[in-house]
């Protein structure tokens, strides 16, 4: 039966309407108001009765039904779910496969880094390391014993331009994924924070907005990365935080953003007093474009990894923090972990200054740029977007091809990728296209005749699709 009585005072909730209807529906639910089963009226009764627009309450609703607070059954109404709301995440950041038992498949679907004598060079590091640990690696780890790592990254993006940086800006954490939440829970404050990110993203960016409660809301992109003009107008209708953005490699469609539009971009952040995370996690070759962090060093978050360098095992990223944030971004590391495991630490100190980790780097660059060239020889008759040195390429599908179906028959004949609406935000829009990850690890042998297949499929599109 449906609940007509259910009249909230949304006046009494901060900030936009659509967030206080979702509060007021999250804190009924709670109380049991509103028990397990009701149905709720339509988004049109409700918004007539609480005298706002259609799509205040389709968003609350949409806002809620992602909480699990409510479920929504087509061609039935919305309820009020059966059960309480799963604690937790409740996705998979990635869902691991079991390749062992399925020999003859290929994976394109991440860039895999090649072997190019990491395992010595790690056990030789330990080696070295290895002298005196009885009571240093006892002890809990310390940020102020960091320093001399922290000073050793700076000399390591010595290859970006950052603008002034040294060890006092820096964080260092456990990769990427980390840096990003660290920033989420150093900057995000209010009841239900929005995040702005362009509208194809590395999905991790969203999993990391849900642990803190942030809503995630795309940005249009074009041929060089976001777009200002649909920058400016999500400041104005949503009233964000934070822009996360990857003006270098933007992940999936390789595409690389100019000078003039990274000086749009942090000019409009300047307006709304947005905080830049620039995610640069993925950029291999050096790059003498001026980062975000170079040209708004008062806002912006520079965040990086050895995950696509060096080793992905290793669990080891950093934050450049803005300009006088550096002990805000340490503060927040210490609260949530203290600081880097000893082994951790210890061990990429030993590589980077030994020089170590820079001739790991230049290997694994050059064999991703082989395998790199060979793959667009490859495909160069069809319309791929790449960067030299990106270990990824973006391959928008010919007429006739609709993604889904395409990566469903590339796993057929033993090849695996990722389409493009893995990569959408909740309420994104996915074009039909594909992302081919250059997997190092593969032998090259079975690399190159998994790229003839996409190669082959390319050019055969189904006879029979609707275009």
Same mark, same amino acid.
């Given at each position: 039966m449906t609940d007509t009585s259910w009249q909230p005072d949304l006046s009494v909730f901060p900030g936009p309407k659509y967030l206080?209807?979702?509060?007021?529906?999250?804190?009924?639910?709670?109380?049991?108001?509103?028990?397990?089963?009701? @149905? !709720? #009226?339509? &988004?049109?009764?409700? $918004?007539?009765?609480l005298h706002v627009t259609p799509g205040t309450v389709s968003r609350?609703?949409?806002?809620?039904?992602?909480?699990?607070?409510?479920?929504?059954?087509?061609?039935?109404?919305?309820?009020?779910?059966?059960?309480?709301?799963?604690?937790?995440?409740?996705?998979?950041?990635?869902?691991?496969?079991?390749?062992?038992?399925?020999?003859?498949?290929v994976d394109l679907r991440s860039p @895999? !880094? #090649?072997? &190019?004598?990491?395992? $010595?060079?790690?056990s030789a590091a330990m080696e070295r390391i290895g002298t005196g640990l009885e009571a240093a690696w006892l002890g809990y780890p310390s940020q102020r014993g960091e320093a001399p790592l922290r000073r050793a990254v700076c000399d390591w993006l010595s290859d970006r331009v950052l603008g002034g940086i040294g060890e006092q800006d820096v964080v260092l954490t456990h990769g990427g994924q980390n840096g990003l939440l660290l920033v989420f829970l150093c900057c995000l404050r209010?009841?239900?924070p929005v995040i702005l990110a362009e509208d194809l993203a590395y999905p991790g960016i969203r999993h990391a907005a849900k642990l803190v409660r942030a809503e995630m809301v795309g940005i249009d992109i074009d041929d060089e990365g976001m777009v200002p003009e649909a920058l400016e107008a999500a400041c104005r209708r949503h009233g964000a935080q934070i822009l996360v953005v990857t003006p270098e490699a933007q992940n999936p469609t390789a595409s690389r953003m100019g000078e003039a539009r990274r000086a749009e971009i942090a000019a409009i952040a300047r307006s709304y007093d947005l905080q830049i995370v620039e995610d640069d996690c993925y950029s291999a070759a050096e790059s003498r474009l001026p980062t975000l962090r170079a040209i708004a060093p008062e806002r912006t978050w520079y965040v990086s990894s050895l995950s696509k360098s060096i080793s992905a095992a290793l669990r080891f990223g950093s934050v450049v923090c803005p300009v006088g944030m550096g002990e805000a971004g340490r503060l927040t590391a210490q609260h949530g972990f203290f600081a880097l495991a000893r082994p951790v630490s210890d061990l990429c100190l030993d590589l980077m200054e030994t020089g170590v980790a820079q001739e790991l780097r230049r290997k694994v660059q050059a064999e991703f740029a082989d395998r790199l060239q060979g793959t667009v020889n490859a495909l160069g008759a069809f319309d791929i977007r790449?960067?030299?040195?990106?270990?990824?390429?973006?391959?928008?599908?010919?007429?006739?091809?609709?993604?889904?179906?395409?990566?469903?028959q590339a796993?057929?004949?033993?090849?695996?990728?990722?389409?493009?609406?893995?990569?959408?935000?909740?309420?994104?829009?996915?074009?039909?296209?594909?992302?081919?990850?250059?997997?190092?690890?593969?032998?090259?042998?079975?690399?190159?005749?998994?790229v003839d297949t996409l190669a082959r499929m390319l050019a055969r599109p189904p006879s029979d699709m609707a275009v």
């Open positions: 206080a209807l979702t509060r007021a529906l999250r804190e009924a639910i709670r109380a049991g108001d509103l028990m397990p089963g009701t @149905q !709720l #009226p339509t &988004v049109r009764d409700l $918004a007539w009765t609350a609703y949409q806002l809620a039904t992602q909480e699990g607070l409510l479920a929504a059954t087509v061609g039935r109404g919305t309820f009020v779910a059966a059960r309480a709301p799963r604690l937790g995440p409740t996705q998979w950041l990635f869902q691991e496969r079991d390749l062992q038992s399925e020999p003859w498949l @895999q !880094l #090649p072997d &190019v004598g990491q395992g $010595a060079a790690f209010g009841d239900r790449w960067q030299a040195g990106l270990p990824f390429l973006w391959v928008p599908l010919p007429p006739g091809w609709r993604a889904s179906t395409f990566a469903r796993e057929a004949e033993g090849v695996l990728i990722r389409q493009a609406d893995e990569y959408a935000l909740i309420h994104g829009r996915a074009p039909h296209a594909l992302r081919i990850a250059v997997a190092g690890a593969i032998p090259r042998e079975r690399f190159d005749k998994a």
